[in-house]
């Protein structure tokens, strides 16, 4: 196991350098750079005129380092990683790029880790619900339940919540705090704030994984509990309940184990558009206008970022596998 | 019956609407009704007062008395612009920004944000946004006081205001002015919002010299270039502190170099050093920026009340713009510009409402959609077709034709059914002070005609494809006239728009393409003069202060018509002639004779169809119910945004509807700029 | 004897595939869901037929008219034939909302295989025959109409086709090429294994959205909607199919070592034959309820790319764009019926899902 591990490592470390240069070019594909983000700004926000936003751009041109060539840019920059760990600079916000996702990290992983365990969990549990009440009632509520779901995108969903709440509730939404909350030191009336804001994006963000969940689960399930060995338990004299949870159920949540190394990248950059729609302050909104506005070495440290959570999930979910299941041997 | 009774309440109703400016049932009126000493004078009172919690400091003995903390003349308010009166202390001011903060150091170019931001902690040497108040629009004293014009008109010498202190207790004085001249905007490796080249008049560099501490004058190349007071406004000429950066500068401190100049106050270190009514006390990034009152600003109201009135001012950062018309209506927002007509309606219906906490008021026309023609035959041409195409939009005809296959009414219409938009035909929004309509020359909707013209032109359908064609002897001979319209997708009405003209188009014949890119790619290939036809946003009623973009003053402007690479380009005459004018604008003193010089340029515009113009929009305001003293016909953007135009240090909130306070154990004193890096 | 014997026995017993549709036929769910989906297929092969209004021809006086009730009541109260009442618009000031009253004095009756715009079938000949229509001067606007003016039925109908052949094809592809290489993967394990999982996770690290922001800037305007339609397709499927791969590939791995692959493998099947048709049948019940998973998921990330303004061009249209047109506030609070290409989606979904678990359920060879 160790050698595939060592394996699994060696293999990984070109294939990030190749995805980091490749992303590299991708992102500076588009027309113009950052400078051209600036200029609009310029003109919408300080009410300069064209002429004099253009010029303005331009002196800011050398400052960023967007006049060298583009091979230079990226050696200087993969550079900086390996040997400082410096991530780069970003021009939006004026700061390194490392202070700009680290602010942002801790409330994606506690967001993007609630909507995922809520997510499994819920979503388990309504699937063996519905596995061993198969094509009652039940089972087809929470079968419309899941497709309504999968079928609404969730941006959308956030919207029309974010609207009935705001006109129709008077709530406020958007963000995590109510604006006398924000700055505040920490309290039981922040928490129940914090609570307050909180289940928006868990409920839109976790209603599709939600279901997800549910549909795999129960679909598996399923089949699991039409297994022999499932008959042989039965007819061993185990409790109904031993049966389904300690037998078919480990069997069929494994496809679960190997969704979750996807959910690892997700944490990142999940649900980029609602999390811009509800003003979270993750790391999804901050990914998205740095690639809108060429922010270049924030956007390519983001990718980088995706990139090894990426791995790192594939390779837990790999061991996961094999720990749950002793017929799984990867030589 | 009930149809009977409700025309009559909609005749009421629609009248009220069409009285013009407010739709709130306050029907004063302030445009245009005051002159300067009737806005703000500056002189000494007998007696003054300061708010509660900083009088409590006094007694602390942390904070000099308020006598000694005004300036020997501070600037008196008058009540005259005040819509409610001497207004009471307390309160926040609750609203929303959008752009990341860069940091405190505005002079090298830095945003903290915009959306009201920067104007509550940046103070120039003039300011123009109350300017729409003036009988006769002309640049109010700000730190300059007054000015006088030697007799040969090339020499401008001003007073600042004296005695005034920056937010930590140091004096402000003609020092820092010279500091921002010299190692800001002089300087070429600092990217100040406006540099050195802008203050060339006539090939001679204008030179700026202190007489003493309280009296500055300037040097001009050529005589009276009033244009220069432009230049001394908002973001231009904002004053920055010299004790606080001149210890970064490289040429003062061999130590640093230019990258720690610029960013010497970065946005966490707070409370910086500022001369507005507000100083920011607390940032989270990503979060929420929080100001408290600035316990030395220099300005009072008649009763010599030291200003601003507000305690507070809490700026939430979001990431999306439609978050601050949210607020707004879940009552935890104070303000919004209410611009998009698509939303007008759900906005209206909300503060119709009877527990509404807002009120909404439209002022006059604003904001003008138009199209743009690449005009252009040396930038951005790199095939003959290109070259065939420019010249088409060149042909005045060929550009009645598009202007006559609009239908103006329906695309106002769809934008918003009511009279809150109506056609426009270029120029200048109509609620502009620069607007006549005696000048201004319609070719309105009348297909027939546009199909006449191009027909004239020598396009026919010759392949039946319903689409007329290139004629024989140019280098698209028998081919669909296709012409490629670019939108940025982050402008909805844009793109919304193009979808409109888009069909009408094509019933005359011609293959209009629309592509809706990213905003920034659309922005790139403008600049690179690389586009036929592409929809703008005209935000600006005010010619004077962006010349750019309504004739060819400069190489990059107008968009639609630059300058190629070496800077040929070929003008038309009625273009020539604008840029005569605008020239002219640039030098002269007297207020009226330039109205007549951009009366001139809107009757060339239209008449010659220099842009396209379809349709255009009131701007609108909504503000929360526990303000006041806002003004009900206060543009939401004229000269500068509203909150330079009330202007904001005398908003305030009656005290029985004020929110509670966080911040005010955060009132900078002396202790609060100890240790800092640059404090002495 | 024994060849009429081996005849008897032949006769009597169903192939695989009969006994399969037997036990499809008794799923009740699963049949109502192939109807549903054979209807919209249908519908959707027909949009010209089906679509009272071109979709593309907007209408300026009609924006935003709100659906029109289908009547067949009289104001006596009597029943007649179906018909609407014809429209005027007028504007609210007080709500500031354009308002569509009904002119009870103008009765439109539906008509069926009713004349109007004209199209052609398959480029061979034009015809403008449609399923159902109104008299000039009347309109059927079923399910409203969009901010231009243009019928929304009709838009749905022509949207379906796109997201259709996205979600459909999409899947397919992602399941066939997923299950094989997943299959592949896991059965072989060692260094097949490896190879074939750092391919797909080089996939997986592909940036997508850069990617797709890249391409939409560089596409030429003279490219028709139609390619660009076809590489957001390409994209979009590109990726889907690897989680699948990861995920039969965990399911292969336990299996390998089971009885029935030893079996298999004794009676002289190679490799191949094993994998296709012993191995992955045992997961087919996975890989269609992934199937059905995935068809919503491609179509709903066809309406993120719209959202973002990248993706499918007009005047093409798809379920997905229709539905980031909804995501406004004014929809949501004036105009809620541009909502309504949602309820399609959803209903066409829940008719694929069970006609999918009637197929599970019939392949299934335990139940």
Known sequence: ?331 | MRMWKSAVVAVVLGALLFSGAAMAEDERVFFGQFTKDQIWTYEALPSYNEAPELAALVDEGVLPPVEERLPAYPRVVKTNIMADGIGEYGGVWRDTFAVPNEGWNWAAGLTQGWFGINQMIQEALIMTGPMWLLETPDPLPNLATDWEWSDDGRTLTMNLVQGAKWSDGEPFDADDVMFTWERFILDPNVPSWADASAWVYDDVMTELEKVDDYTIRFHFGTPYPVAAFYNMGYSDFSVAPKHVYEPFHPEVNEEMDYDEFINATPAHDVPPVVLGPWVPVQYEAGQQLAMVRNPYYWQVDEEGNQLPYLNEVWFTEASDGEARTMNMVANTGDRDNIENPAVFGIVNRAAQEPDAHFDISFGPFGIGYQMFMNLSVNLGVETDADLAKRELFRDFRFREAISRAIDRDAAADIAFPGPLTQAWYGGYPTGSAFHDDDLVTRYPFEPERAEELLAELGFEDTTGSGFVNWPEDTPLAGEDLIIEMIVGEDAAANVELAEIIQPMLRRVGIDLRVRVMAGTVVSSRIDAGNFEFTMNRLDTAVPTTHLGNFGPIFDTSPAFHQAGPGGERELMPFEERIRELMQKSRVEPDAEVQMDIFHEVLELSTENLYTIGVYEVRRGLGLNKRIRNVQPDVPSYMYNWTINSIPVQIVYVPQDLQHETRFQHLIPTAEFYENRLWHQ | ?367
């Open chain 3, 1 to 367: 004897m024994s060849s009429n014997g081996q005849e008897e026995r032949q006769k009597k017993s169903l192939s695989q595939g009969q006994l399969i549709w037997r036990r499809f036929k008794r799923h009740k769910l699963g049949m109502i869901g192939t109807v549903v989906v054979i209807i919209l297929a249908t519908i959707s092969i027909g949009a010209p037929f089906f679509s009272p209004y071109d979709y593309t021809e907007p209408d300026f006086g009609q924006a935003y008219t709100p659906p029109q009730r289908v009547r067949i009541r009289d104001a006596e109260g009597n029943f007649t034939r179906p018909f609407v009442y014809g429209l005027t618009q007028e504007y609210d000031e007080v709500t500031w909302e354009r308002v569509y009253v009904e002119d009870k004095d103008e009765k439109y009756p539906i008509r069926f295989f009713t004349r109007s715009w004209e199209y052609s079938v398959l480029g061979l000949f034009d015809t403008d025959l449609h399923f159902f229509g109104v008299d000039e001067g009347a309109t059927i606007y079923l399910v409203g109409t969009d901010h231009i003016g243009r019928d929304l039925l009709s838009r749905i109908i022509y949207g379906s086709r796109v997201s259709l052949f996205i979600g459909g094809v999409g899947a397919l592809f992602s399941a066939t090429l997923g299950s094989f290489m997943g299959g592949v993967s896991g059965y072989f394990s060692g260094k097949v294994d490896m190879v074939v999982q750092r391919f797909v996770e080089l996939l997986q690290l592909f940036p997508q959205l850069p990617l797709m922001m890249a391409l939409s800037a560089a596409i030429p305007t003279t490219w028709p909607p139609l390619g660009v339609f076809i590489g957001v397709v390409f994209v979009l499927a590109l990726v889907q199919w690897t989680w699948l791969a990861r995920e039969v590939r965990g399911k292969v791995l336990s299996y390998r070592e089971e009885d029935f692959v030893l079996a298999t493998k004794t009676a002289g099947a190679n490799d191949l034959y094993v994998i296709v048709f012993h191995i992955i049948p045992n997961c087919l019940s996975h890989i269609i309820v992934v199937l059905t998973l995935t068809i919503p998921n491609l179509i709903l990330a066809e309406s993120a790319l719209s959202f973002l303004g990248l993706g499918i061009q007009p005047p093409m249209v798809s379920w997905g764009v229709l539905l980031s047109n909804a995501t406004n506030l004014q929809t949501v609070g004036e105009n809620p019926w541009i909502m309504l290409p949602g309820v399609f989606i959803l209903v066409t979904i829940l008719a694929l899902n069970f006609m999918g678990d009637g197929l599970r359920d019939a392949a299934d060879p335990y139940s």
């Open chain 1, 1 to 331: 196991m160790l050698s595939y591990l060592i394996r699994r490592i060696l293999y990984a470390i070109p294939m990030l350098l190749l995805v980091s240069f490749f992303s590299f070019i991708v992102i500076n594909l588009p027309p113009g750079d950052y400078l051209t983000t600036v200029q609009q700004q310029l003109q919408s926000q300080a009410g300069m005129s064209r002429d004099q936003a253009v010029a303005m751009a331009e002196r800011m041109r050398a400052r960023y380092g967007l006049d060298q060539p583009f091979v230079l840019q990226y050696a200087n920059w993969i550079g900086g990683i390996v040997t400082r760990g410096d991530f780069g600079y970003s021009f939006q916000h004026n700061r390194p790029v490392s202070e700009v996702i680290w602010v942002r990290l801790g409330w994606t992983l506690l967001i993007a880790g609630l909507c995922h365990a809520v997510s499994v969990i819920i979503g388990v549990l309504i699937g063996i619900f519905s596995a061993t009440h198969k094509y009652s009632i039940g089972d087809n509520i929470a079968t419309v339940f899941a497709f309504l779901g999968l079928s609404i995108p969730n941006f959308f969903f956030a919207l029309v919540l974010m609207y009935l709440l705001a006109f129709h509730a008077g709530v406020h939404v958007g963000g995590l705090f109510s604006p006398e909350y924000v700055l505040a030191p920490w309290g039981w009336d922040k928490f129940v704030d914090l609570l307050k804001h909180l289940w928006v994006p868990v409920v839109v963000v976790g209603l599709a994984g939600t279901a997800q969940n549910m549909r795999i689960m129960r679909g598996n399930l399923m089949d699991v509990l039409n297994r022999q060995y499932v008959e042989t338990a039965r007819a061993k004299g185990l409790s109904e309940r031993k049966v389904i949870y300690k037998h078919a159920v480990r069997n069929a949540i494994q496809p679960v184990i190997m969704y979750m190394g996807m959910a690892l990248p997700f944490l990142i950059q999940g649900e980029i558009i609602a999390s811009i729609i509800l003003n979270l302050p993750t790391t999804g909104p901050s990914f998205y206008y740095a690639l809108v506005n060429q922010d270049m070495y924030l956007a390519g440290s983001f990718l980088m970022m995706i990139a090894v959570v990426l791995v790192a999930g594939n390779l837990l979910a790999d061991f996961a596998l094999a720990w749950l299941d002793p017929r799984v041997r990867y030589d």
